[in-house]
């Protein structure tokens, strides 16, 4: 399969998962599938709901809608220029360990072992394993030598030539040690933050919400921590995120939102609430869900460099100066996690 066969493939699944995510119903075989095959994916979503209850059908689809603007012909080809992508399949082999904090989050590492012409051995994260198997289901369906290029496993993974690893900060020194002897990518926790400096748009407000909420703010790429200049009149935050209070009807998400605010109460801590969301007073970067900590500041400079001193600990970061307000969850495919350069990686 040639690079540019590959490439087809890719952009194929960004129409079908387009045609997916559309809330259109089936748009005909132009999305690579028939009327019935569409109407599978209805059960398809239902069951990695039920195997992981932070994927409800609504961040399944977002997650979808985010890939298909994202597989397409221009965004692939602007994303491997850089690289000497091979024109055929490499006969190697790249393990790929996901996590499953929110939905097809290792599909990156997938696309990237798939386009760059090499084998991909899985293992998906208990917590994701039904998403992913079934797009490669999908491209496998239109082409069985994507068969013959993946690999799903579910026990200990053998027969690879490198390895894409993602975990805790516990997890990431068992597989900074187990796989030491072939080249890695080990990928550790990380979070993101929010800088505001008073000026902010209620629209600009309404997008951080996004960044915050989106997944239910368990990527590594949603808003944990938010810092705010000495003196901001903390309405403005609180009126410009009131539109997400329906998150505190998820069942998961409020258990943790009541148990955090609990526990907090007890220890007689300062918090600020609204509701839906717990603030908190805090130096920490990671925020428990249903809360979000907070910390002032008065010089923009020393800020910044405080940020760079925890650079290793922070994905991304947003506001003016930084990433855009509501783009944290959509980074481009050239947007590598940890700043790592993945197919850089592969192809070294």
Known sequence: MTREQRISSFVQ????????????????????????????????FSRAAQQNGWFTEKNTLQSFKAWTNLLTEDNLKKWLAPYQIA???????????????????????????LISGHKAIIRL????????????????????????????????????????????????????????EVPHIIRKSRNSVAVLDGTETKEELVSL?????DYFGLGCRSITKIYLPEGYEMDLFFKGIFDFNEIVNHNKYANNYDYNKAVWLLNQEDLLDNGFLILRNDKALASPTGSIYFEYYVNPSELKRELDSQSEQIQCIAGHGFLPFGTTQKPDLWEYADGIDTMKFLQD
């Open 13 to 44: 699944l960004g129409r079908a998962m387009e045609s997916l995510s559309s809330g259109a119903g089936w748009s005909g075989f132009g999305s690579g599938m028939t009327e019935v095959e569409f109407l599978t994916w209805e059960e398809t």
């Open 87 to 113: 024109d055929s399949f490499t006969g190697k082999a790249v393990g790929i360990i996901g996590a499953g904090n929110i939905p097809l989050v290792a599909f990156h590492d997938v696309l990237s072992v």
């Open 125 to 180: 994260s208990s917590e994701d394993e039904v998403l992913i198997p079934a797009l490669l289901d999908m491209l496998a369906g239109w082409d069985q030598r994507w068969k013959d290029q993946t690999e799903l496993n579910t026990g200990k993974l053998t027969g690879f030539d490198k390895i894409i690893a993602t975990g805790s900060n516990n997890t990431s020194r068992y597989f900074e040690y187990y796989f030491r």
């Open 209 to 213: 919400g996004h960044d915050m909420f």
